[in-house]
């Protein structure tokens, strides 16, 4: 039986966009996505219809607006309606265009031609329901830093991926020249679009090993300690996560972790400093940031 969805349209002015995706990321919306026309900012997510009912889409209206009367902007206009799975998957085709991140990648929608010439590494993906199109400052951050850490024999690293979403950080890796990944995920609809961006970008199970969990599960799932941990997901989780992130890690291990707004950085490098883990760099954009972290 498919699922239904709200679609949940934002008209706002651009400088909240940042805010208006972390309000959704809050909300619980598994994908957005945006666009700009004429100087106004036209944000759109989804969430499955049984995640929300009138009540909490107004709450969600009310708080929207106030958020930009305090920042001194025009209110937001929000509005909503539900739509069949099918309307969902083609409502991504109308906003996402193929986008350079970093010096290296092009993300490529699915359902585009391939390019004729392509001098980056071409990352294909159809999101699904799942977070991680790269259109978000986070997920880009996180591209960027894999970058850096991938850049001197990727051949040797095996990585984790945590909330693996859509699977864009463990694909990524791999195109990066990484050995192998991991990749987990608590929401099946997630783990269901990783498993088809691997196949659509021509890689094998041994290669991308994905299943439902958490940091436990991967636990299971690795032979030996991982070398790298990528997770992009909400600060509060990370904090609950990383006490566990010990069990498979080894004393070089790195980690790149976003998701996060940069007044929530502190307590989440306290939290790793706790768990002895160092914060060697913080990447910052807009509101946004990325933590590089390593073993101490």
Known sequence: MAHTWWEIQVLCDPALEDTIFWR?????CSGTANYRRGGVSWVTAYLPKERAQLLDL???????????LCMGFPPSTVQWHLIDEEDWASSWKQHWQPQEIGDRFLI???????????DRLLLRLEPGSAFGTGDHPTTQLCLEA?????GEAPETQVIADIGCGSGILAIGALLLGAKQVYAVDVDPLAVKATLENRALNHL?????LVDRGSVDRLAEMIRQPVDGIVCNILAEVIIDLIPAMTAITHPTTWGILSGLLVDQAKPVADTLEENHWVVAALWKRKDWCCLNIRRS
Not at 24 to 28: E, H, K
Not at 110 to 116: C, F, T
């Open 204 to 208: 094998t199970s041994e290669q991308l």
């Open 24 to 28: 959704l990321d809050n909300f619980g």
């Open 146 to 150: 894999l970058e850096m850490r991938l």
């Open 58 to 68: 107004a709450a969600l209206s009310l708080l929207l607006r106030q958020d930009a």
């Open 108 to 118: 490529y929608p699915a359902w585009l031609d391939l390019p004729e010439q392509c």
